[in-house]
């Protein structure tokens, strides 16, 4: 199994199983409803556990929570902590909607910041940062590999976090003094504050996977400055961190009606909502993980009529061959999904299929039975209310249903419904 590392800018081995794979991917900053592409890393390291766990690896996944942060500040006033819990709760909602399970932990920033401080005082012992009125800055200069994953050259570093105060325009804050309108605030040596944003996960991914662990994701907007200061942090302490730096590419909102009024109609919860879980996985699936990939109604409709021509596949007879060596090997070279969807197109083997679909939490897909007429009720009766513009009502009758174990999709004419 290779993955595409960002640090050598070169396909890199994963050591062979049983591992351990240990898997850091940044999370959200939980200030807002999650975005369709914040979904991506998500479902990759998810994706990439349970293929891993299907070759018999043993993998850990750490999944973080960014819960104090200068967005979280300028969202809610005086109420950061409240907005952050809510956040929290939506994040894992949408998420767990995704029906891919969830990572094996999801460490929130405000449960450790101990270890944060601890291991910030730890580079400030070791000369490589510095205290500056209440905050504390990471000193570049200290740090000859610096630039090297972001691929910048150490002496032409874009400059972060300006404050006059610091020695070089390139440091930046691994703790940040309280200021007014910031209404959390933790002890420190360097006086009352909070942690920067890098240090979190060079921490949280040390304290729960090691010093030194196999894979590190995240899109490709954190490679600078995010990444790179995680590095820095870790590797100038000695710590070898993470081998591969996997990362995934961003979403292209493409589309007239998408590039007006993006906010809204990507939110995950929507975008589950109005297409469903596996329609939202499958379109996934046609993008290379590391590469841009488009989000508009067109490729939308096109990932759902992939998943009826799969769910079609199942309602005919199955017709044993198919080989899964050829999908397994596109999985094990830089996990190409497109190329292993392409494999599993023309197989018409009911059980190949189905542990196919499974590996990227497909399997309802091989579930063609109808719905009883009392879930095929609710789900007129929830088109009427949407039809009456009740959409209280609405969302009361989709629980109702997926309670019964049916999802409700909106369709062009009426309604479909799926098994959960
Ligand atoms: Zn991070």
Redo the contacts with the bound molecule.
């Keep these: 199994m290779r993955l595409f590392d960002t640090y050598t800018k070169s396909l890199v081995e994963v050591p062979p199983p049983p591992g351990p794979v240990r898997m850091y991917f ?1 999370g959200p900053t939980v200030y807002a409803r999650a975005h369709i592409g914040n979904a991506r890393p998500f479902v990759l390291g998810m994706w990439l556990r349970s293929w891993l766990r299907a070759r018999g690896y043993e993998v850990t996944l750490v999944h ?1 929570i960014t819960d104090v942060n200068d967005k979280i500040y300028d969202a809610a006033p005086d109420a950061s902590a409240e907005l952050a819990r809510r956040a929290t709760e939506w994040y894992l909602a949408d998420t767990s909607a995704l029906g891919l399970g969830m990572p094996d932990a999801m460490p929130k920033v405000t449960d450790h910041v101990p270890e944060i401080v601890r291991f910030i005082g730890e580079l400030v012992d070791s000369g490589h940062a510095y205290p500056v009125e209440g905050d504390v800055y990471f000193r570049v200069a200290s740090f000859p590999e610096y630039g090297r994953l972001s691929g910048q050259r150490p002496d032409q570093v874009e400059e972060q976090e300006p404050n006059a105060l610091k020695e070089d325009p390139r440091d930046f804050a691994l703790w940040k003094t309280n200021k007014e309108g910031e209404d959390t605030a933790w002890d420190s040596p360097w006086g009352r504050g909070r942690p920067g944003w ?1 240090i ?2 060079s921490v949280l991914a040390e304290e729960l996977l090691g010093p030194s662990f196999e894979i590190h994701g ?1 899109g490709l907007d ?1 490679v600078f400055p ?2 790179e200061n ?1 590095l820095a942090q870790s590797r100038s302490l000695g710590h070898p961190f993470a081998h591969i730096w996997a990362h995934n590419g961003m979403l292209r909102f493409t589309g007239e009606k998408m590039s007006k009024s993006v906010g809204n109609i990507a939110r995950l919860k929507d975008v589950l909502e109005r297409w469903g879980r596996e329609t939202v996985l499958l379109y996934f699936m046609t993008g290379h993980w590391s590469k841009p990939i488009d989000f508009s109604d067109e490729v939308m409709e096109q990932a759902q009529a992939r998943v009826e021509g799969f769910r079609e596949a199942f309602r005919g007879d199955s017709h044993p061959g198919g080989d899964w060596d050829s999908f397994a090997a596109a999985l094990e070279d830089d996990f190409n999904t497109p190329d292993a969807l392409a494999v599993m197109h023309g197989w018409r083997d009911h059980d190949l299929l189905g542990r196919a679909l499974d590996v990227f939490g497909l399997a309802s897909v091989a579930e063609t039975k109808d719905a009883p007429a009392e879930v095929v009720e609710l789900a007129e009766r929830r088109r009427q209310a949407r039809a009456d513009r009740d959409f209280d009502e609405a969302d009361r009758l989709r629980a109702e249903i997926e309670a019964a174990g049916w999802e409700a999709r909106d369709v062009a004419d009426g309604f479909q419904l799926v098994p959960k």
Excluded: A, K, P
């Design positions: 940044c973080n890098h979190e996960c995240g954190l995010h990444h995680e």
